[in-house]
């Protein structure tokens, strides 16, 4: 199976990747952030280097899902190429970070992309508020991500909620303002359970 976990920055997708990886046995895959060479120049000069980045997290994104369709384990991944496409890149474009014209080239070659693999088997979508990201981005200080702007996050999360309105695949939607399953065993325990519910059928939708 592949479970897939999405959210804006700082929402606790790679914390809630971790606890489920170690949960279910399920073999964790996370967000190539460390050793991306663009992810710094990017928050220094949004419009220089927009196409680079989302061009570079598109090429791991794409090569990540095949490797995950040719797996025989249970993986869940940290954030999804959907996010670099219909989140990511278009509000990139919204906020004139991103031309027109890198955008549509962009946006052909998602396309193509899609057309020859699988949506995963639950998306896990982690909902989130605006001073409930920031206070994360700030709790982790990241050194790059100091200079985000708000408006940047605040397009994001719009965009996020446009995309998951129209998700028509098997989705779990995660209040995470008021879920904290990293420091609370009650609340990972309910995550599970709606997981479980979803996945296996164990215990009734509410």
Not at 65 to 90: G, H, L, M, N, W
Not at 170 to 180: A, F, P, Q, T, Y
Request: proline letters at 4%.
């Amino acid at each position: 199976m592949h479970i897939a976990v999405a959210g804006n920055i700082g929402s606790g997708k790679t914390t809630l990747t971790r606890l489920l990886a170690k949960r279910y046995g399920w073999t964790p895959r996370f967000e190539p952030v460390d050793n991306n060479p663009y992810l710094a120049d990017f928050y220094e000069d949004m419009r220089r280097w927009a196409f680079n980045l989302q061009i570079f997290f598109l090429n791991k994104r794409f090569k990540e899902v095949i490797e995950i369709s040719k797996s025989e384990d249970t993986i869940i991944q940290d954030r999804t190429i959907y996010e670099d496409a219909r989140i990511f890149a278009p509000n990139l474009h919204s906020m004139g970070l991103m031309s027109s014209r890198d955008f549509e080239n962009y946006s052909d070659l998602f396309d193509l992309m899609m057309s020859l693999v699988n949506p995963p088997d639950l998306m896990i979508y982690l909902r989130s508020s605006i001073p409930n990201l920031i206070a994360q981005i700030q709790k982790r200080g990241r050194e790059y991500e100091k200079s985000i702007r708000i408006d940047y996050i605040t397009g994001l999360n719009e965009k996020y909620e446009k995309w998951i309105e129209g998700y028509r695949h098997r989705l779990l939607i995660l209040d995470v303002d008021r879920i904290k399953f990293e420091n609370h065993p009650e609340d990972f325990q309910e995550v599970c359970d709606k997981i479980d519910a979803e996945l296996f059928g164990l215990f009734p939708h509410e």
